[in-house]
């Protein structure tokens, strides 16, 4: 069975400081794994995309992800937070030759002033 | 490009009214979903289109609900008739290969 879990619904860190967001998944495929963005108000956002090819990732606005296959991993990380980061953050899983994609239930990030 | 574009931003209705979403996918992509997002149920996918022909509509609520999309430019997400747990923001989703470029949405209130 398919499945992402995002291990923390709600983090906080202070601006200026790294940002470490948990994703685990289960797939008996070759994944596909993706980190969305949402401000409030808005739609998804794509942050960075993993498919197979180099392991780290790198995305927008400085965001990068590490595909650790032997710890179904893709946590996401920032070094250093801005304001603007504060958002929702979803995990999501793809499978090879399956359009469904599996939603994490999202990390809602706050970046303290 | 100019990404999926989904109108109205916003609507307001009341219960018993019509109420049709509509997307505009990017073009060129092949494939488009609609997804539902609320407090409770987080993001459920509603239906999925390729190459315009409904593939998967199992996550349709009810009846009450359907979606159209008769060109590779243009999909419909109608409701009818509305009910105040319809409530929601409704997203449009389009996608090529790997990965889905997501409109702004469209939040519904039922009243």
């Known amino acids: 069975a398919q499945s992402v879990t995002q291990l923390d619904s709600h983090v906080s860190v202070s601006e200026g400081t790294p940002v470490l967001l948990r994703c685990n998944y289960s797939?008996?495929?070759?994944?596909?794994l993706f980190w969305y963005v949402q401000h409030p108000n808005k739609g998804l956002q794509l942050l960075l995309k993993y498919t197979s090819a180099a392991t780290l990732v790198k995305g927008i606005n400085g965001f990068e992800a590490e595909f650790k296959k032997s710890e179904t991993s893709f946590h996401l990380t920032k070094p250093s937070a801005h304001m603007s980061d504060a958002a929702e953050y979803f995990c999501v899983l793809g499978t090879s030759g399956t359009y469904k994609y599996i939603f994490g239930t999202g990390t809602r990030l706050k970046v303290l002033a | 490009d100019a990404g999926v574009i989904q109108s109205p931003r916003h609507e307001v209705t009341e219960m018993g009214q019509e109420v049709t979403l509509r997307c505009k996918p990017i073009?060129?992509?092949?494939?488009l979903f609609w997804y539902r997002q609320t407090m409770m149920r987080g993001l459920e996918l509603l239906i999925y289109?390729?190459?315009?022909?409904?593939?998967?509509d199992s996550g349709m609520p009810e009846d009450r609900f359907s979606a159209k999309m008769p060109n590779a430019s243009f999909s419909t997400l109608k409701i009818q008739p509305s009910e105040p747990r319809d409530s929601a923001v409704y997203f449009c989703a389009s996608s090529l290969v790997v990965g889905y470029t997501f409109g702004s949405g469209t939040r519904l209130t039922v009243v």
């Open positions: 797939s008996s495929y070759s994944p596909s």
């Open positions: 073009s060129g992509h092949n494939s």
């Open positions: 289109f390729n190459n315009n022909v409904p593939i998967d």
